[in-house]
């Protein structure tokens, strides 16, 4: 018998279990609660569901090259988004724009299934950095393609996209403002006191201590102290209102994600910096380099793996947390969040949450293989 | 012409360094000398001033070190140091070119200077030139070190403990070829070691240190034969002292007229070497290249305090 592969037996049970729930939910209005249908319901659902089977099944075995499982992965994930979309147009009567047929349990478990497979490929594959990044480009060109073709119009989820498209661009617009907004403010504060409590060991424990302070207050409990304090602000202090503050809306969102961005970027440009050997260091003085160049020539280049590390962890923080915002005006994906966490509705919730997921994701991978790159020129 | 004139470091009060005066003549390698806690390493730093004395002067050529803007002064100065502080980002031939780049040379005489320094480390500069420190081994990451160093053609070099972190085969090599270079450049040297064998095999003149201070500052003979203190005494070693200062001695200088079997010395062999071969050889005598004998009697003479 042929020897399995542990971590392809687990997907293909996931998988499994999501073949045997059902794929989508078909409800009367967007508000009622729905009926589940499953995938060999539909009209090309048996041949569909068996050739997912199949891949699933076939996959347990160990033998398989990574490039084999890795495009039988990415052809399942395309089949299952597909069916979802196929499964949407067909159970939607002609002419209806009430009915909405949303993803089920069956869909996001064959999602997993198949997306867990494909990472486990690209794991085995040991790619090239340069690879790696050709693939994530591929990953996100075909999720765009799906998208761009309509196939999954029917979706609930895409529905009520299209029927706030503009909104949604101005929001994902907002949300990537406050998220790579407050990075770049981060940044620009950030690093300067890094260094600067590195060259001044005096002032190290107390700015940690109160970034430290800073990074432990809960998120909601931030933006909730922010309403009050930048309100009074922007009331007592003359011109401030008109500068942009004000308790409410993207100034204190972009306060707040910038405060919480402010630790990692400052310990790592520490930590980066103290990583340096102190011959290296050493050596830069006395050959005659004078501050800014040991700086500029040596400290830096060397800390900017742990530096890009510190971006990464920021941005993907701040993807995830610029949904808050969405709470007290301040914009972003988390306006749908709220809204359809309002009216119960969670297509609309999922019209937030996906985008800041993805978002997340694509910008965690693609930072993570930047690191890389960064340590393989310092190494 | 490296005059150090009364230096001295204080710490909190402390003399690290105390009231230091040194002479070294051009072209001439010094090796200070000390235990840990000597001061020998804040003597050579004050030199470069990566610390700044606390009392006292260091005149380069007759110019008062503390005149210059630190940068600019170090960039006259050749710097080496243990574990050769190479930057891990950049290829050996950029790590060369470090001091020529801030002093601003054109482009083409700064990688002709590379290959120039990377020949004259017996480095292939076709193998050597784009490789990353991390490639390199010990021992050549220590000559891309010192050929950084000499980059620009410093009249004087400083080094702190260069071999410290070599084993000890590739060590003595390191030290013969840095010997070479240094006579053939006619830098003046300054080298710090805690290794009292390393000096003797090295220097010119030695400079003990102890406690801030400066004990003795002699040739290698003399520091072997009237040791100043029972520090020095005690640094060097009792045991094989003899042995030292034969190793001093080319053979050429005891040579005298004669015939004598078995194969023949070379006359720049120390009487170190010599001594061995006549124990290890059982002879009295061993020729020497190019006509002459050495014989056991003269090494015994020579070896026996007088």
Not at chain 1, 56 to 69: E, K, M, N, T
Not at chain 2, 275 to 299: F, K, N, Q, Y
């Given at each position: ?151 999954l119009d029917g979706v609930s989820v895409m529905r009520e996209y299209a029927t706030r ?213 310092a190494a | 012409m490296i005059e150090i004139r009364n230096l001295s470091r204080l710490y ?61 002064l170090r960039r006259r100065i050749g710097y080496a140091i243990q574990g050769h502080g ?221």
């Amino acid at each position: 018998m042929a020897r399995l592969s542990p971590p392809a037996v687990l997907f293909a049970l996931i998988g499994a279990a999501g073949l045997a729930l059902p794929l989508v939910q078909f409800k009367a209005n967007r508000i009622v609660p729905g009926e589940g249908v499953g995938l060999s319901a539909l009209p090309f659902g048996l041949a569909v569901a068996a050739g997912l089977a199949a891949v699933l099944i076939a996959g347990c075995a160990a033998a398989w090259p990574a490039v084999l499982r890795l495009a039988a992965a990415i052809a399942g994930l395309v089949a299952v988004v597909l069916s979802l979309g196929a499964a949407a147009s067909h159970l939607t009567p002609e002419g209806n724009t009430l009915a909405r047929v949303a993803p089920a349990a069956g869909f996001w478990l064959l999602a997993l299934g198949f997306g867990l497979m494909a990472a486990d490929a690209v794991n085995r594959l040991r790619p090239s950095l340069a690879l790696r990044w050709l693939l994530l480009a591929g990953a996100v060109a075909l999720a765009a393609g799906i998208l761009a073709s309509g196939a999954l119009d029917g979706v609930s989820v895409m529905r009520e996209y299209a029927t706030r498209r503009d909104l949604f661009m101005r929001e994902a617009q907002a949300h990537l403002a406050l998220a790579f907004g407050s990075l770049g403010l981060a940044l620009l504060a950030g690093i300067p006191l890094g260094i600067a409590i590195f060259q001044g060991r005096r002032w190290r424990g107390t700015v940690l201590g109160v970034l430290n302070i800073l990074q432990t207050i809960p998120s909601l409990a931030l933006f909730g102290i922010m309403i009050p304090i930048l309100g009074w602000v922007a009331a007592a202090v003359p011109g401030a209102a008109g500068a942009g503050v004000s308790g409410i809306g993207t100034f204190p969102a972009l306060v707040a994600l910038f405060l919480y961005a402010l630790l990692p970027v400052v310990s790592n440009t520490l930590a980066g910096l103290s990583g340096v050997p102190a011959a290296t260091r050493e050596a830069a003085v006395g050959l005659g380099m004078t501050r800014t160049q040991v700086l500029a020539q040596v400290l830096v280049p060397l800390a900017l793996p742990v530096l890009l590390a510190a971006v990464r962890i920021v941005l993907v923080q701040n993807i995830g947390l610029a949904v808050i915002a969405g709470l007290i005006g301040g914009g972003g994906f988390g306006t749908f969040v709220f809204q359809g966490l309002n009216q119960t509705a969670m297509d609309l919730v999922l019209l937030g949450a996906l985008p800041t997921i993805a978002l997340a994701l694509v910008a965690g991978i693609a930072l993570d293989l930047a690191v890389q790159g960064a340590r393989r020129g310092a190494a | 012409m490296i005059e150090i004139r009364n230096l001295s470091r204080l710490y909190g009060g402390l003399a690290v360094v105390d009231d230091v005066s040194l002479t070294v003549d051009k072209g001439q390698l010094l090796v200070l000398v000390g235990t840990s806690g000597s001061g020998k390493t804040t003597l050579l730093r004050m030199i470069n001033r990566l610390v700044e004395p606390s009392a006292g002067r260091v005149l380069i050529e007759g110019v008062d070190t503390a005149t210059l803007p630190p940068h600019l002064l170090r960039r006259r100065i050749g710097y080496a140091i243990q574990g050769h502080g190479l930057f891990p980002h950049r290829t050996v031939a950029q790590n060369i070119a470090t001091v020529p780049r801030l002093l601003g040379w054109p482009r083409a005489q700064v990688a002709a200077r590379v290959d120039e320094l990377l020949d004259l480390f017996q480095l292939d500069p076709a193998a050597f030139r784009d490789r990353m420190p991390h490639q390199l081994s010990g021992g050549q990451a220590q000559r891309v070190g010192v050929a950084r160093a000499l980059a620009a053609k410093p009249d004087l070099l400083l080094m702190d403990e260069p071999f410290g972190a070599l084993d000890p085969l590739i060590r003595a090599k390191a030290q013969a070829d840095l010997k070479e270079i240094q006579r053939r450049l006619g830098t003046t040297l300054i080298l710090v070691t805690h290794d009292m064998a390393e000096a003797v095999a090295l220097g010119d003149r030695i400079a003990v240190m102890d406690r801030g201070r400066l004990l003795q500052d002699d040739t290698p003979a003399r520091i072997l034969t009237d040791p100043a203190t029972p520090f020095v005494r005690d640094l060097i070693g009792t045991a094989d002292r003899a042995l030292r200062l034969l190793s001093l001695i080319p053979v050429a200088a005891i040579a005298v007229p004669g015939k004598a079997q078995g194969a023949p010395i070379a006359p720049d062999a120390s009487l170190r070497d010599a001594l061995a071969e006549c124990l290890w050889s059982g002879r009295e005598a061993l020729p020497v290249e190019g006509g002459g004998i050495v014989t056991l009697d003269a090494l015994r003479a020579q070896a026996s305090q007088r």
